[in-house]
């Protein structure tokens, strides 16, 4: 598909038929609502081209053999519960989810174990402005988040991260990687000074990490 820009809403949904192992749409800009939910053919490491700006509500939810997925584009839409799961038989398996150019108010629908992306290791929130309530709600295996915005990216409340590492999921401990001369910043901001508080947050700068740009 060398020339397709727009996948329509529920252009894909649940076919079954789709074996793809990787991104077979090189200059798609628009993915529209519920595209590809049920699509357990597209698979492995997902990478959108820079192309692509709108990412539609529901679009990848239950396509739980993706195992990476990464849009570097600079997202102007991207809709919630786009890697939602369905149930235990339909669960996402997404252990990385980066998003270095996105710039919005960031709101995944994770408030269920259902529905959540349980395998989920490292997200990567780019400039998000905000973090919605229970964005990242039992993402079990949440340890490491980057955020690259030059201010504080603002939290609505601890249950983003409820049943996560970064609230002390098991007793772990998360890795939180933002500008280095924002860490103070974020220690004392509103919600983020709660969650340093609870003792499972390590502060690191992004300069000279692997997860420079």
């Keep these: 598909f060398p020339e397709l ?4 809403t529920y252009a894909f949904y649940n076919d079954a038929n789709i074996i793809w192992n990787g991104w077979p749409f090189p200059k798609v800009k628009t993915i529209g609502n519920y595209a590809f939910r049920y699509c357990y053919g597209l698979t492995g490491d997902i990478v959108l081209p820079s192309t692509c700006t709108s990412i539609g509500q529901y679009s990848f939810a239950s396509c739980k053999n993706i195992t990476k ?12 519960y786009t890697f939602a799961g369905a149930s235990a038989d339909h669960k996402m398996t997404v252990q990385e989810i980066h998003l270095p150019s996105i710039a919005l108010n960031l709101n995944f629908g994770s408030a269920t174990a259902a529905n959540a992306c349980q395998n989920l290791e490292v997200c990567d929130i780019g400039k998000a402005k ?66 340093n508080g609870y003792g499972f947050v390590e502060w690191l700068p992004i300069e000279g990490s692997e997860y420079e740009l």
Excluded: D, H
């Design 69 to 80: 997925f990464t849009a570097p584009g600079a997202i102007t839409t991207f809709g919630t």
């Design 130 to 195: 905000s973090i919605a309530a229970n964005t990242f709600a039992n993402c079990y295996k949440l340890q490491t988040l980057i955020m690259r915005r030059t201010s504080v990216t603002t939290c609505a409340n601890v249950s983003a991260f409820l049943n996560t590492p970064v609230r002390g999921r098991n007793s772990m401990t998360a890795k939180i990687y933002v500008p280095e001369a924002l860490i103070e910043s974020y220690k004392a901001a509103s919600v983020w000074t709660t969650i």
């Design 5 to 8: 820009q727009t996948i329509n």
